[in-house]
């Protein structure tokens, strides 16, 4: 099980939508979520180079567009894996399924594309079998859709 | 995992027992049963059980508020692109209208042309009918009046005749070329 787990998305009934799903499918222990790339940046900032043994979220879970930020989930993910170094695995978790996108977070080192839908839990729980394989970045790139 | 002290294990299933107050959330979820107590572990799956039916009305809650939300969006998306279609027939129709009265003031304009111009015509005629009517005259009196000269047969009736006709038909001329001038300044500019 993840003990912390970030979520990255401008729409606040997600959140609750996602922190009961990861509760009922035992994926993490504690889930913070925030709604703008911006407050997510100045918190990986904090942690890097600053406070590097600072308690990190294990994985990062980011929307495309966040509404009300100034930058999007792809920026977001570059930015934690180039300038911050934070190792921790991250991906996107978006509505959108284009897949110009898709390559653009690839190349970016997103480990995973997950597409929301009403129906998040199947992917989630397919999500949680592969989370060893990005811990340990042998996993594949993957989309659940 | 934390394994609990033998007091918070006591409090806890007392707390339910008697209040019927579980724990809940995400901190069941380190909370271990001493071994071999069957109680404990017992309050821990009605506990766990608890949280989950919680979560899953609770998701199902929100996932029709986020349902609703959608539609709700989409209808107003739906609204926004009526409004506009209304808006823009709104503006096709008041351009048809301004365009209808263009049209209804051209053909007033077109059918006083013509009221006019029938007007011009039948003046011109009546002008013309007059004229030839006053020449006739004036000729046929003054080849009678040339007549009674040549033959030297003097005749005062027609001599006055003669020099009333064209003294009347000299005033009556201008009076006629007066009016035709003073009609074409009246209606000149128009």
Known sequence: MINTLMLIDDENLFHLVFEDACSLLDIALSIEALDSSDEADKKFKAWFPDDPDHERPECVFVDLNIIGSSYDGIEMIRKVNYEYGNGCVIGIISSSSDPEEIEKAKKVGAQFWIIKSDDIEPRLEEFKKDYEGYVSKKAPFKVYD | ?190
């Open chain 2, 1 to 190: 995992m934390i394994e609990i002290t033998e007091h918070t294990r006591n409090v806890l299933l007392e707390v339910a027992k008697r209040k019927k107050i579980f724990v809940e959330g995400n901190f069941l979820k380190i909370l271990k049963a001493p071994k071999g107590d069957s109680e404990f572990e017992t309050y821990l799956k009605i506990c766990k059980e608890k949280d989950s039916e919680a979560r899953r009305k609770r998701l199902e809650v929100t996932k029709q508020v986020q349902a609703q939300n959608k539609q709700l969006e989409a209808k107003q998306k739906e609204n926004e692109s009526l409004m506009f279609d209304l808006q823009s027939a709104l503006e096709d129709s008041e351009s048809s209208k301004a365009e209808a009265e263009k049209l209804r003031d051209d053909a007033v304009e077109s059918l006083e042309t013509l009221q006019k111009k029938t007007q011009f015509e039948l003046v011109g005629k009546i002008v013309k009918i007059a004229l030839i009517v006053i020449m006739g005259v004036g000729l046929i009196t003054t080849a009678l009046f040339a007549y009674t000269l040549v033959i030297g047969q003097e005749n005062p009736i027609l001599e006055s005749t003669w020099s009333n006709l064209f003294g009347i038909l000299l005033t009556n001329s201008f009076s006629i070329v007066g009016t035709i001038m003073g009609v074409k300044y009246a209606t000149g500019d128009k």
